[in-house]
């Protein structure tokens, strides 16, 4: 018996020894080979650490890719920052344009030299030039903090804010993510009338920040959009609600005060350092895209719309110029029922980026008209 024993037990750790082995040589050869020959992972760039603005690690280069839709160069300049300017000079002789926003300015999903920063800046003339500041997941609070911080020592004679619909709530609540304490954020009062700016936490990586550079995670999370968190939320049953524009319609609806006091309290400070540094404010908004294109109810659309209706009546009550995209878009989709985004991600597609640019062109133009 306990010869038999012995005999089982050594077959059964001979056979878990094979099997770690195979499954190790099997990771090994999608990670060598597969994810980085094959069936090629996504590129993502690295960030850096310590800094009071986050940012990249300057000079990455490589491919964005989703699905078999998007494979998309991105270059980070010198200064941390995916864009066309390998480098930020002060030009005395142009005037500028610094562009503040998330991942729709960082716009990793077409190529580095063709975001509507890039086409603006070509649009406006050889006297112009246009950065572009955005990196994923900021929300609005984090935009005054890059100018602050960042875009004012460029000497900006304009300052662009793009605005998507969760900069607002993203701006006072918790939001997941590795580098989200990374973020200015706001503080609400118990009366939710004081806010109070919290200065973020210069990023440093976690334990786990290693596995963002292996192949295999890079294929399956940035390639093909399986997020772990986004699965453990809905293995929870946490996903409650129904979504329009990346926000929670039934969150919203209770959160539109505070919401337009975010907003406000965002706009006004804006407004004072435009004043201060004697710089043009342009605000402009996304627009409901799935509503446009008719992927949502009219509710839930109209739901989401109300946040770029009050971001133009408070910038029409602080005279501030803005744009609504959502009219752009709209009337672009009667005339050419092109849409807006990619079918594998929702972010803008070349279409709305060169829209985007037409109309901000418009309106540097008239500005600069009405000045002179």
């Known amino acids: 018996m306990n010869n038999g024993n012995g005999s089982y037990t050594r077959s059964l750790i001979l056979n878990i020894v094979l099997a770690s082995l195979s499954l190790s040589f099997l990771f090994l050869f999608f990670e060598f080979f597969v994810f980085r020959f094959v069936f090629l992972a996504s590129d993502y760039p690295t960030l850096e650490t310590g800094l009071e603005v986050v940012k990249y690690v300057p000079d990455q280069k490589g491919n964005y890719r989703v699905r078999f839709e998007i494979d998309s160069r991105f270059q980070i300049n010198q200064q941390g920052w995916n864009s066309g300017h390998y480098n930020f000079t002060e030009s005395k002789d142009k005037d500028r344009v610094i562009i503040l926003g998330d991942s729709y300015v960082e716009a990793l999903q077409v190529p580095f030299n063709k975001s509507f920063a890039e086409v603006l800046e ?7 030039e246009v950065y572009r500041l955005g990196i994923s997941g900021a929300p609005l609070s984090h935009y005054l903090w890059m100018l602050k911080k ?3 020592k460029y000497k900006p004679d304009i300052v662009v804010v793009n605005l998507v619909h969760n900069d607002f709530s993203e701006s006072w609540q918790a939001q997941g993510g590795e580098y989200s304490s990374s973020f200015m954020k706001y503080k609400i009062g118990k009366d939710s009338n004081e806010i109070v700016d919290l200065a973020p936490t210069p990023y440093q990586p976690s334990q786990l920040s290693f596995i963002r550079t292996l192949a295999w995670y890079r294929f399956i999370t940035y390639r093909f959009q399986v997020y772990p968190s986004v699965i453990f939320r809905k293995l929870l049953d946490r996903e409650k609600g129904q979504r329009i524009a990346n ?11 505070v919401n337009k006091r975010v907003f406000l309290h965002s706009l006004r400070q804006f407004k004072k350092l435009s004043e201060k540094f004697s710089f043009r404010l342009v605000m402009q908004i996304d627009g409901v895209r799935q509503l446009i294109e008719a992927q949502s109810e009219n509710s839930l659309g109209e739901e989401a719309l109300w946040l ?3 971001v133009m009546e408070s910038c029409e009550s602080e005279k501030v110029e803005c744009v609504n995209l959502h009219t752009i ?3 672009d989709y009667k005339e050419n029922q092109k849409s807006f985004q990619f079918g594998s991600d929702a972010h803008w597609n070349q279409h709305a980026h060169t829209l985007v640019a037409d109309s901000l062109i418009n309106v540097i133009n008239e500005s600069f008209a009405r000045v002179q």
């Not at 070509?122 to 112009?128: A, H, I, N």
């Not at 926000?247 to 005060?257: F, Q, S, Y």
């Open 122 to 128: 070509r649009g406006l003339g050889s006297k112009w």
């Open 247 to 257: 926000v929670n319609i039934d969150e919203l609806k209770v959160k539109r005060a």
């Open 329 to 331: 878009f709209e009337q």
């Open 308 to 310: 770029n209706q009050m």
């Open 150 to 152: 960042e875009a004012l």
